[in-house]
């Protein structure tokens, strides 16, 4: 049974970075997929991108193309998020997730128990 | 860019049936899944390739997928189902989700 950890709630400020962990215990990690989604408050959900760790290989959402990046630390089965030149926009809820895909096609579960990130000046 | 519409809002009594849809260009050629989410929890998988439940997921949550449009069933309704559901699929090689909606049980 895969358990997704996420770091605690941040508050930046405007033109700053936010690295936001998830950590996984249970299962293999090094055979997993894990994605970002963000919910900004009272929003709907909002795809922000991939990570094989396996494969240290990540994939982002255009919106998001030179601010964000994803790592993983296989050691600590860890995998972070960073985004930065932040806006009050970016005020969300991150989660992982781990992605289950079929070629393209998938789905996510479980996910992390979510980041609050306030951006405020 | 890719969107699925889905209806903001779906009222039901307990134990009818509550029906919610999700809308896009030939969604019905790629797989769709669903997602519950409470308030102030994270999103839980519900259904996924259409209408496969995941391992803990109660019977009466059922999907199908067809044409322009997936549907979510949830038979027999009961108070704790009260949540925002999203529906989400592949497309334009990203992940799309749903725009929501909050199913009332009253």
């Known amino acids: 049974q895969v358990h997704l950890v996420q770091s605690g709630a941040e508050v930046k400020k405007p033109g700053s970075s936010v690295k936001v962990s998830c950590k996984t215990s249970?299962?293999?990690?090094?055979?997993?997929?894990f994605s970002w989604v963000r919910q900004a408050p009272g929003q709907g959900l909002e795809w922000m991108g991939k990570?094989?760790?396996?494969?240290?290989?990540?994939t982002y959402a255009q919106k998001f193309l030179g601010r964000l990046t994803f790592t993983a630390d296989r050691s600590t089965s860890t995998v972070y998020m960073e985004l930065s030149s932040l806006t009050s926009d970016d005020t969300a809820v991150y989660y992982c997730?781990?992605?289950?895909?079929?070629?393209?096609?998938?789905?996510?579960?479980?996910w992390g128990q979510g980041t609050l990130v306030i951006v405020s000046s | 860019s890719y969107e699925l519409t889905q209806p903001p809002s779906v009222s039901v009594s307990p134990g009818q049936t509550a029906t919610i849809t999700c809308s896009g260009d030939?969604?019905?050629?790629?797989?769709a899944s669903w997602y519950q989410q409470k308030p102030g929890q994270s999103p839980v998988l519900v259904i996924y390739?259409?209408?496969k439940r995941p391992s803990g997921i109660p019977e009466r949550f059922s999907g199908s997928n067809s044409g322009n449009t997936a549907t979510l069933t949830i038979s027999g309704t009961q108070a704790m189902d009260e949540a925002d559901y999203y529906c989400?699929?592949?497309?334009?090689?990203?992940?799309?989700f749903g725009t929501g909606t909050k199913l009332t049980v009253l």
């Open positions: 997730a781990r992605l289950t895909f079929n070629g393209d096609e998938g789905w996510f579960d479980p």
């Open positions: 249970g299962g293999t990690f090094s055979s997993y997929t």
């Open positions: 990570i094989i760790p396996v494969l240290d290989r990540a």
């Open positions: 030939n969604l019905g050629d790629d797989f």
């Open positions: 390739q259409d209408n």
């Open positions: 989400q699929t592949w497309a334009t090689s990203t992940y799309v």
